[in-house]
């Protein structure tokens, strides 16, 4: 359940996905910034299934752009294994700390 903060929040990265996607395109490196926020929003209210689809598309941005430091896949490795443990998928959970940034 989410608190009047993060329904603000979501607003909020929901506005500026769609700014972000008309200016810059579907796959620009910002929208990989929203996106990962998008899933650690979903991740601490519990929405882990949403949590996911965000971080999968958060990560499919951040491995295809070479302007992407590791950290910043790092961050979303790290939140895609911690959604997989909340949803049980232990083996899932176990590969993405494993991955090559």
Same mark, same amino acid.
């Not at 689809?53 to 979303?76: C, F, G, H, M, Q």
């Given at each position: 359940?989410?608190?009047?903060?993060?329904?603000?929040?979501?607003?909020?990265?929901?506005?500026?996905?769609?700014?972000? %996607?008309?200016?810059?395109? %579907?796959?620009?490196?910002?929208?990989?910034?929203?996106?990962? %926020?998008?899933?650690?929003?979903?991740?601490?209210?519990?929405?882990?299934?949403?949590?996911?689809?965000?971080?999968?598309?958060?990560?499919?941005?951040?491995?295809?752009?070479?302007?992407?430091?590791?950290?910043?896949?790092?961050?979303?490795?790290?939140?895609?294994?911690?959604?997989?443990?909340?949803?049980?998928?232990? %083996?899932?959970?176990?590969?993405?700390?494993?991955?090559?940034?």
């Amino acid at each position: 359940m989410m608190k009047d903060e993060d329904e603000k929040a979501l607003d909020t990265y929901q506005k500026v996905l769609v700014m972000i %996607n008309e200016i810059f395109g %579907n796959d620009h490196l910002r929208l990989g910034v929203v996106f990962h %926020n998008l899933g650690n929003l979903f991740l601490r209210t519990a929405q882990y299934e949403q949590a996911k689809e965000y971080l999968n598309k958060a990560l499919k941005i951040r491995l295809n752009s070479p302007d992407v430091d590791a950290d910043d896949r790092a961050a979303t490795f790290t939140s895609l294994g911690l959604v997989n443990l909340r949803l049980g998928s232990f %083996n899932e959970s176990l590969y993405y700390p494993g991955r090559p940034i």
